[in-house]
């Protein structure tokens, strides 16, 4: 099988949608370098122009290629921070400016959501997209499951702020109150209103589904924007109940592989054979780099042929 990971995949693409000339985008400096960044520069600005090569890179494969997926934070959204007053309209523009982009690609598309993403109502970012749930499984070929995540599922407020006052949610926000709140998480690093994690819910469909694949003997492979394996992300930007989604994975015979987005500077881990990597964000490339990669998987491998930044690996499964 072959598919294509790109990577605007890290965080805050959104950039993209901040750097373009659309009139309802505030006039922003070309490239940003705030503080935390440790000198590093986030390029906005072009940001929307590398998505648009990629595409074409993509499209010029696509008879070879399963699908195409970003890891989140497809827009960096306007909101205030830390009151959290988002501006709807302008995130909406933002959101807009990007999808444009992905609907040139002529190959199946998988989103995830990240937190930026969330500063549009999220069942309208999964309309645009055409996405019909923030976590699904699907098979792109025999042998091979693929798992869509949504650690952004249970947040604080100022992630999303605009989500519906409906049973569900307040089910999430207690979930996320109970974590928030918990003695034994209060001085964890990774608790940051930027982190989130998945329900309880989305948890067990998880065990379900690798379970089911291992049964079928089928391989997983999973998709998420925070990083869950210890060490393949800084601490600060983990998913808040990590250590309980890496153990449910790396406990299944089924699970080879976790893809992420969200911690820009990129990172790997090796967790009892099976690999997390945190891909490097096209955010922070250099003016005339890109950062994607074509992922293939065989047998004993998986291959991420990286392009511009994004880093390149050969990942040897276990048999
Ligand atoms: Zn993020």
């Not at 008879?63 to 830390?82: E, N, R, S």
């Not at 924007?225 to 600060?236: D, F, M, N």
């Not at 990590?242 to 699970?255: L, P």
Request: glycine fraction near 6%; proline fraction near 6%; charged fraction near 25%.
């Amino acid at each position: 099988m072959s598919c294509t990971v790109f990577e605007g995949v890290s965080s805050c693409f959104n950039l993209w949608a901040s750097s373009s000339p659309h009139p309802l985008c505030p006039p922003v400096p070309r490239n940003k370098s705030p503080p935390g960044l440790e000198g590093r520069t986030q390029r906005y600005r072009e940001s929307l122009g590398k998505l648009e090569k990629a595409a074409v890179w993509f499209n010029a494969r696509k008879d070879d290629l399963k699908f195409v997926a970003h890891l989140g934070d497809i827009i960096d959204g306007h909101f205030t921070w830390p009151e959290g007053i988002p501006s709807l309209d302008k995130s909406r523009a933002d959101l807009e400016l990007v999808a444009k982009v992905f609907d040139t690609i002529e190959l199946k598309k998988v989103h995830v959501v990240g937190n930026h993403c969330l500063q549009v109502k999220r069942t309208e970012l999964l309309a645009r997209l055409d996405t019909h749930a923030s976590y699904y499984a699907f098979s792109p070929c025999p042998g091979w499951r693929v798992l869509v995540l949504d650690t952004t599922e249970v947040n604080t407020g100022p992630m999303e702020v605009l989500k519906p006052d409906d049973e569900r949610n307040r089910q999430l926000t207690m979930e996320a109150t109970l974590w928030w709140d918990a003695p034994e998480n209060a001085t964890k690093p990774n608790r940051q209103p930027w982190n989130g994690m998945i329900s309880e819910q989305q948890h067990d469909w998880l065990r379900q589904e690798l379970q089911d694949a291992e049964q079928r003997g089928d391989r997983v492979i999973a998709f998420g924007h925070h990083p869950v394996g210890k060490g393949s992300g800084r601490e600060i930007h983990m998913c808040w109940n990590s250590d309980e989604v890496e153990k449910t994975m790396i406990n299944s015979k089924a699970f080879v592989a976790y893809l992420n987005g969200h911690d820009h500077v990129g990172g790997y881990a090796d967790r009892d054979g099976r690999h997390f990597v945190t891909v490097e964000a096209v955010l922070e490339c250099p003016e005339e780099q890109n950062a994607f990669a074509r992922v293939d998987v065989y047998p004993d491998r998986i291959e991420i042929q990286g392009q511009g930044l994004l880093s390149s690996r050969v990942l040897p499964l276990l048999s």
